[in-house]
Nanobody, 125 residues
Framework: QVHLEESGGGLVQAGASLRLSCAAS????????MGWFRQAPGKEREFVAA????????VYANSVSGRFTISKDNAKNTVYLQMNSLKPEDTAVYYC??????????????????WGQGAQVTVSS
């Protein structure tokens, strides 16, 4: 059974950094794209970043490009999201997701089959 567990969330001030981790278990995901989405209160879940099965071809939402970096360690079955220069508008629950079928990353929620429970990130001004 596939299980994704996020860690690394927390409360920080604007301008600070955080690194989220998502450990996957149940099978290997070296052939699967993985991604991060986020959902703020009262808003739809939105795409943040994604990466290919091999750990290349990263893609980012415009709102985080240049500040966030996604990476993937297939030996550890883990995907990371390094978040720098955090802003109050980055406050949300962050979810990691695994495609389960696609090698190349997608920005579309429907292409991801497995989801974690989420990690809260709160950025104060």
């Amino acid at each position: 059974q596939v299980h994704l567990e996020e860690s690394g969330g927390g409360l920080v001030q604007a301008g600070a950094s955080l690194r989220l981790s998502c450990a996957a278990s149940g099978r290997t995901f070296s052939g699967d794209a993985m991604g991060w989405f986020r959902q703020a209160p009262g808003k739809e879940r939105e795409f943040v970043a994604a990466i290919s099965g091999s750990g290349g071809h990263p893609v980012y939402a415009n709102s985080v490009s240049g500040r966030f970096t996604i990476s993937k360690d297939n030996a550890k079955n883990t995907v990371y999201l390094q978040m720098n220069s955090l802003k109050p508008e980055d406050t949300a629950v962050y979810y990691c997701a695994v495609s389960g079928s696609d090698f190349y990353p997608s920005t579309t929620r429907m292409t991801y089959n497995y989801w974690g429970q989420g990690a809260q990130v709160t950025v104060s001004s």
